[in-house]
């Protein structure tokens, strides 16, 4: 259970660290070009929440691979194990985004 629990935080800090990253970096980007920065944290963020959940889950294809192997093959806890590590995957970046909000007022 320690290493489920270990992998889920891991899977939610880096889905939370790139959606942050990106759209932060995004901001400052913004500022060079003249563009509203607060617009483009936003809106970096919400565009890159599928990236940074499927960077944080490895790729997909292990994920489906996974999922799988728990529904078709009968082993749910392998099927239990998955679906923890995706919600992580999503909390990251929804908490990331809902940071981002946050920040730029909205």
């Known amino acids: 259970m320690a290493r489920l629990s270990s992998q889920a935080l891991l899977t939610f800090a880096v889905a939370l660290g790139m959606s942050l990253g990106g759209a932060f970096i995004g ?8 563009e509203s920065p607060k617009w483009v944290l ?11 959940m499927v960077a944080a889950l ?8 996974n ?17 923890l590590i995706l919600v992580a995957a999503f909390a990251g ?3 990331a985004y809902l940071l981002t909000s946050l920040l730029a007022g909205r």
């Open 42 to 52: 936003t809106s970096l963020a919400g565009r890159l929440k599928l990236w940074a």
């Open 58 to 65: 490895g790729g997909a294809l292990d994920t489906l691979r």
């Open 67 to 83: 999922l799988e192997t728990g529904i078709l093959g009968g082993q749910p806890m392998v099927l239990v194990r998955q679906l």
């Open 93 to 95: 970046a929804q908490a």
């Open 27 to 34: 901001a400052l980007a913004a500022l060079a070009t003249n």
